[in-house]
């Protein structure tokens, strides 16, 4: 009996030693040369990469303890983490590693085969597709959004007592959500005045999820997941954000096929000129290729909802920390705004004058480099490569460490310190343009990076011309922890001081 129960202890474990043994032959035939922090047996590197908090330092420690680019081991799979920019401009301006990791199945229940997420013929031809929706003249059109929503975004801000401090995370997130569905399904969620909307709710649960997922084996795992309580959430969740997405698509398709029976469709029944969303132009192009189907735009709608609303709300929320607690810096781009808005301090921004505020933009640039909004993104391999002399073999993981690149104190001499002079046109072009790569690089950038700067301009110039932006009492430093997109473990504390206008 007893050599029976070791049998079904041990016999598992010695195969699962012997597949170890096994994958990190295969893997070190020839990545013997890559440095890395030695491993475990079967659980190879995982201990190194510590909590959510501890990660990115973590990594970023190797990366300058191996002077670059480092590999590791998670179980038995190779990872090479990229922190050079010859390697970096190998893997993102290559036209055939185009592949995402397996990290990304843990959003597929939620958006699908969207950008994002696809990969090979799909990926292509409806990148192909997309890309037009995100020409500068339908941006131009996005602007009466932004500014909407940025009035009630000041409006919330100025509720809040004069002076207090307070943790402006939640105020943004709730505009950027506002955003994002007004111009990814021309819908109003109401975020910023509707707190308890069951759609929102739903979109936070799944981000609250995704993140536990990332860090739980048992929740990861496709197998054990279904059995769990946090899976029925999931679950829940998903119900009321694919019935929302998809009710919206069904009538938007409807007003469409109405709307091209009538000649000028442009406008609605008051005569006024209609805007756009990102999904009309989506059924526009399905009106002509019944190939792009309504499942295909839900995947890219929800692809958007996930992509565009997170990502500028993490952005915007660390500029406004990095203009309180650096006072000559936001002087400097109050300084700006006073000379584009001389002529009326209180109008609404335009197009032109986005396009105007170039010490913003340094400032931007600035709190994407230090404050990476996707901290790493990851490709996996099909094939073997050759990258730079250096074989590859099949089935490593190659991750782009953005925030590793972005903190290299050879390339941004006192990495931590906030100077946007490091964007100035001059001091950029002595980089590699792999050097910064907050949105990626290549053929699978950011689809919605312009969006996303006129975004976070017209947010944080908004704020700034109705407030003075200043450090919390009691102080208050970031504590920054890795998840899909970077966040401050202790919120982001700043306080506003009202301004009497420009
Ligand atoms: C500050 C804001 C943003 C940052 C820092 C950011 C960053 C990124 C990064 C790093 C990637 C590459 C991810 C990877 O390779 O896995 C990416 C991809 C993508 N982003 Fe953004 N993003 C931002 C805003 C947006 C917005 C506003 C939208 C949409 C409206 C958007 C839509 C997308 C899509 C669809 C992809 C996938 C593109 C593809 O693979 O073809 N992003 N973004």
Known sequence: MLQIILIIVFLPLILWLLYWYYNVGYFEKHLKTVPGPSRFPLLGNVKDLGTPITFL????????????????????????????????????????????????????????TGLLTSGGNKWRKHRKIITPAFHFQILEEFIDVFNSASDVLVEKLNAAPNKASIDIYPFIARCTLDIICETAMGTSVNAQNDIDSEYVNSVKILLGILVQRSLSPILANDLLYPFTTTYQKEKAALKVVHGYTKSVISKRKVEFYNNSKTKDENVDSYGRKKKRAFLDLLLEYSANDPSFTE???????????????????????????ALAMNPH?????YAELKEIFSDDSKRHATYR??????YLEMVIKETLRIYTTVPFYSRALEKDVNMNGQIIPKGTMLNVFAYGIHHNPKIYKDPEIFDPERFSIENSKKRSPFAFIPFSAGPRNCIGQKFAMLEMKSSISDVLRNFKLLPSVPAHKVVLKSEAVLKSDNGVFVRLEKRMGL
């Open 295 to 321: 499942e295909h735009i839900q995947e890219e709608v929800d692809t958007f909802m996930f992509e565009g609303h997170d990502t500028t709300a993490t952005s915007i929320t660390f500029a406004l920390y």
């Open 353 to 358: 004058d986005l396009q105007e505020m170039k």
């Open 57 to 112: 330092d973590n990594l970023y420690k190797f990366s300058l303890q191996y002077n670059g680019t480092f590999k590791m081991y998670l179980g038995s799979r190779a990872e090479i983490f990229l922190v050079n920019t010859e390697h970096l401009e190998f893997l993102l301006s290559s036209n055939s590693i185009l592949v995402k990791s397996d990290l990304y199945k843990l959003v597929k229940r939620w958006l699908g």
């Open 329 to 333: 810096i936001q002087e400097k781009a």
